[in-house]
């Protein structure tokens, strides 16, 4: 509840507060809070062959990878002029607000989102194969990967999710032509990025669970 209080009132903010070049940030904060609020509703409790289940994973899918991908909005800072002539980074308030503003809608994004796809891929190994450790880590690479081709898509082709609802036809032929080398070079990139964020995030909510175990043992 606390994190859907956070949400609406943080987008409440950026679409009051926050103007041109930086109003991309409405759009894709929401876009980005939507596979959060997805896995929410993720759960072990539902019928074992029910299909709810898995629309609802092929929906979290879709909209992941508009979490990770305000990491790459991060190079929009650079509007925002921050460097003096001689290579120092300008002091001006308005630069370090939008750096503060753009800084929290990433964190919070980001992080969540890696909290979900942790969540996904724990709940599926669990609910299908026993919760084998192995299987889950495949599942989070396979995820990851997928998840990075969707930040290249976003990125480089322009495509949001929602266009594949809208012209799937279109977008499907740009997603069969965008394979190229360059392309598979970023795509490794991001993997590296969000597989190091994704192990960090699993240390500490591991950590978490066992000084809770600890402290419920004493």
């Known amino acids: 509840m606390q994190i859907r209080i956070f949400f609406i009132i943080w987008l409440l903010f950026l679409w ?7 109003t991309f940030l409405i759009l894709n904060t929401f876009l980005g809070y939507i596979p959060i609020e997805i896995s929410f509703h993720i759960r072990n409790d539902f019928p074992k062959h029910g299909i709810f289940f898995w629309v609802l994973i092929i929906l979290w899918l879709l909209f992941y990878p508009n979490a990770p991908y305000l990491l790459t909005d ?47 891929a724990g709940t599926i190994t669990e609910r299908y194969f026993k919760h084998a450790r192995w299987l889950e880590v495949v599942l989070v690479l396979i995820l990851t990967f997928l998840s990075s081709v969707g930040i290249y898509a976003g990125r ?10 809208i012209s799937p036809d279109l977008i499907i032929h740009r997603l069969m032509g965008m394979w190229t080398e360059p392309m598979l070079e970023f795509v490794g990139l991001m993997m590296i990025i969000q597989l190091l964020a994704y ?14 175990y600890h402290d419920d043992s004493k």
């Open 16 to 22: 009051t507060f926050v103007k041109a070049p930086f």
């Open 74 to 120: 991060l190079f929009h800072l650079s509007l925002l002029n921050p460097y003096t002539y001689d290579g120092l980074l300008r002091s001006t308030l308005h630069i370090w607000i939008y750096f503060t503003i753009e800084l929290i809608s990433v964190l919070f994004c980001v992080f969540l989102g890696f909290w979900s796809l942790n969540h996904v």
């Open 156 to 165: 480089f082709l322009r495509i949001h999710t929602i266009y594949l609802f």
């Open 199 to 212: 192990w960090l995030s699993h240390l500490v909510y591991n950590q978490q669970l066992g000084r809770t």
